[in-house]
């Protein structure tokens, strides 16, 4: 083998160990019924989400205390579907983005 080739070798080893560093290794968890009705409950509470009102949250309480892929797939619809109304005239800063703003914390 010659030094070129080695090089070339051990490039594409490193850019191939960095990569899968990216991957999820099985925790992917999109397929599973559970995440899905999470991401549901949650998008559905992300747009219609009022701080300090209860009844803006859409979200199965046993589901959220047993599943871990429920509650993946909750916070993760809550935070891709939750309008910002940080930018609106008038809106308080509650409304903002950011880990705390949401309903119990999230």
Excluded: H
């Amino acid at each position: 083998m010659t030094k070129n080739m080695l090089k070339t070798a051990l490039l594409c080893l490193a850019l191939g160990l960095s990569l899968s560093g990216c991957s999820t290794f099985g925790d992917d968890q999109s397929e599973d019924p559970d995440y899905q009705t999470g991401y549901s409950a949650g998008c559905g509470t992300g747009t219609g989400y009022i701080p300090g009102n209860s009844s803006t949250v859409i979200r199965d309480p046993d589901l959220w205390r047993t599943s871990k892929a429920y509650r993946a797939g909750w916070k993760k619809g809550f935070n891709a579907c939750r309008t910002s109304m940080a930018a609106a005239p008038g809106a308080s800063s509650e409304y903002g983005r950011g880990r705390g703003n949401g309903p119990s914390g999230y």
